[in-house]
């Protein structure tokens, strides 16, 4: 699964790169995050709960320990065949509803499309 606002980053060990999806903020100024998967769209368009059933304060809360989940599983390898890269993310920053709204469809994207079970997700976007 790749993402947008990858950066590669060379460690001070020249054998050794790290990626990192990080935010950026888009024409209007406002943060946003690329997914480059064919089916994300379709995930967020037609099977995602509307943005309308989430709080901001809920979403930041939810991404805040889903990233740190995310990045332990990238640091340690585990799932290596669907987490290519780190999150970036600082959950002191404002990154407003529509951006914690697609980062955390981002999680229950991967939990929907390859079955990866992340503790975070709230049980209803859960795939059975």
Known sequence: MSFGCLSQQNSSKKDKAQHEMK??????????????????DYFLNAIAKPISQYSESFLKTKNTFLVNEWNSYYSTGQYRNIIESGIDYNPRENYGIKFEYKLYQVFAYVNWKYGLRMTGLSGSEIRI
Do not use: A, M
């Not at 935010?23 to 994300?40: A, H, M």
């Open 23 to 40: 935010p950026s903020k888009n024409d209007d100024g406002e943060w946003d995050l690329t997914v480059i998967d064919t089916e994300f």
